[in-house]
């Protein structure tokens, strides 16, 4: 199993929890993380070089901190501009079939915060679906989400339990889906 993490942080130097988990994930044999923002200061994408990384591996991770309910701005670029008609999706976009693509994200909220009575209203699972149907559209076998809330609240011993979890996560090549997809 070669797994992909695409790193997207748009201030990895002030980042505590991506960071720690991206330095979780690095030593993870068959595990190459890419950092968006740093091998694209200028934020213009090779698109040919991330289309041919993602062909050279099985497990997509996109791994990310939730902005505004949604990805960091240049994730949102590279599924604009690699995830082509023909290649992604469409006649003949058959390139990422069979991949699996796991979710990754860390949010300032706490869990009670993202239920139908909670502050945000919606849960995580919901305001992902954009990726998930993304997944669908490109022949991905969305994963079960790997999800960490109250990021201010965690302290140095939850931080490392989650980064245990995460290379665990990454170690095993058992995909999860998800138990409760369409509601
Ligand atoms: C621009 C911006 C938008 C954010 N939007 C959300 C949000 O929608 N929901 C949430 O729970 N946290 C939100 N946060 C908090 C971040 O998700 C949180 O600080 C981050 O996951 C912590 O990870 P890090 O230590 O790697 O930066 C936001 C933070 C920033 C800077």
């Known amino acids: ?6 790193l997207a942080h748009p201030d990895l130097a002030a980042s505590r929890v991506n960071a720690a988990l991206a330095g979780a994930a690095r030593p993870v044999e068959g595990v190459t993380v890419h950092d968006l923002y740093a091998a694209y200061p200028g934020l213009t994408l090779d698109v040919e070089r991330e289309q041919r990384l993602l062909l050279e591996h099985d497990r997509i991770v996109l791994q990310f901190p939730f902005y505004w309910y949604s990805v960091p701005p240049l994730l949102k670029k590279w599924l604009d501009e690699v995830f082509l008609h023909g290649w992604a999706y469409g006649t003949g ?55 960490l809330y109250a990021t201010p609240a965690l302290d140095d011993a939850g931080l490392a339990a989650h980064q245990e979890h995460y290379r665990a996560l990454l170690a095993s090549g058992a995909v999860r889906e998800p138990e409760l997809t369409a509601v």
């Open 1 to 6: 199993m070669r797994t992909l993490v695409v």
């Open 93 to 147: 976009g058959t390139s990422l079939h069979g991949k699996s693509l796991l979710v990754t994200t860390s949010l300032g909220g706490g869990e009670e915060h993202y239920r139908p009575e909670g502050l945000n209203r919606y849960t995580v699972a919901e305001l992902l679906r954009p990726l998930e149907a993304t997944a669908r559209m490109t022949g991905l076998r969305y994963e079960e989400p790997f999800v």
